[in-house]
């Protein structure tokens, strides 16, 4: 059975830091692995999926890299900015539906 | 333009009731989901429609009832409610169910609360 841990569960950072979010998962047997952002009380935005086939994807100031052998992801965000905060969700899919992660709860202070 | 809309955005009923919750997809998408979100903020998949097709079905009681009247909408219905239904229930949709998947687009999510 697939399971999703996020590390840290919560970060506070200065703004203007970079800050790494981890993300693990126990079958290494998945088809891609996307990483979500929730803000409070709304739905969740789609940010990167990377394919099992890739190793990194980039968006503006976000980098997900996966190391599918190892069963891990890192979301890399550059120059954080107090609009960053939110929650960030993990999900891998495989055989199964997507398998989400708890989260990372992430709060830049200006 | 909303990609994903669902109504009511927060629902407070009582035990023992019947409910419903609606969702729609303006994306052209063939996939639809539901997912519950707990109060410990897990969320996990419900059910999967491709085409209005069921594909997926979790360890869900079956007094949730997924309906999908077309392509565009996939709505949930639930009976006789329980206190643990108690969560925020969210709506996706994807381009295809395939097994590489697309990226999935959620909607603003319901709030049920069962009192």
């Known amino acids: 059975k697939q399971e999703v841990t996020q590390i840290p569960a919560a970060l506070s950072v200065p703004e203007g830091e970079n800050l790494v979010l981890n993300c693990s998962f126990t079958?290494?047997?998945?088809?891609?692995l996307q990483w979500f952002r929730q803000d409070p009380g709304k739905g969740l935005t789609s940010l990167l999926l990377i394919q099992s086939s890739q190793r990194e994807q980039t968006s503006g100031r976000l980098n997900a890299s996966l190391d599918k052998s190892s069963g891990r992801s890192t979301l890399y965000i550059a120059a954080s900015q107090p609009g960053d905060s939110a929650t960030y969700l993990c999900a891998v899919r495989g055989n199964t539906p997507l398998v989400f992660g708890k989260g990372t709860r992430l709060s830049v202070i200006a | 333009d909303t990609a994903v809309s669902q109504t009511p955005k927060y629902l407070v009923t009582q035990m023992g009731n019947d409910k419903s919750i609606k969702c729609e997809q303006n994306l052209g998408h063939d996939t639809m989901y539901w997912y519950k979100q707990d109060s410990k903020k897990f969320l996990k998949i419900m059910f999967s429609?491709?085409?209005?097709?069921?594909?997926i079905n979790e360890t869900v009681p079956n007094r949730f009832s997924p309906k999908s009247p077309d392509k565009a909408h996939l709505n949930l219905h639930i009976n006789s409610l329980e206190l643990g239904d108690s969560a925020v229930y969210f709506c996706?949709?994807?381009?295809?169910?395939?097994?590489?998947?697309?990226?999935?687009?959620f909607g603003p999510g319901t709030r049920l609360t069962v009192l």
């Open positions: 079958d290494s047997a998945i088809y891609n």
């Open positions: 429609y491709n085409n209005k097709e069921l594909i």
């Open positions: 996706a949709s994807s381009q295809r169910s395939g097994i590489s998947g697309d990226t999935q687009y």
